[in-house]
């Protein structure tokens, strides 16, 4: 008797440890904000795309730097940022806004 009860519990703990899946999220979608900013530093315009939403704009979608936020719609916290300095038609990433590099 013993030994069909290890057998059971053995068969139980093969099967619960081959049959978990981990909870499915990377839907892959993001939600991407980015912030327009002249040559004083002055926010002249933003973009905003959000996780299922449609684009909202506001002001100008141009200026001397750009900061792009990126954020993963599944997970939040997880943000990267990104500056850019417009240089000679086109954008180059820098440090910061207001870095002067090209």
């Known amino acids: 008797m013993k030994r069909i009860a290890v057998s059971v519990l053995a068969s139980v703990l093969i099967f619960a440890a081959t049959s978990y899946a981990p909870p499915a999220h990377a839907s892959g979608q993001v939600t991407t904000l980015i912030d327009y900013y002249d040559h004083n530093l002055n926010n002249v315009g933003s973009s905003y795309k959000g996780c299922n939403l449609p684009l909202q704009t506001w002001g100008t979608l141009a200026g001397e730097w750009k900061e792009v936020r990126i954020r993963d719609c599944d997970a939040l916290e997880d943000e990267t940022i990104t ?3 417009y240089c000679s038609g086109t954008w180059v990433e820098v440090g910061y806004i ?4 090209c």
Do not use: A, K, M
């Open 83 to 85: 500056d850019y300095h």
């Open 98 to 101: 207001g870095d002067p590099s």
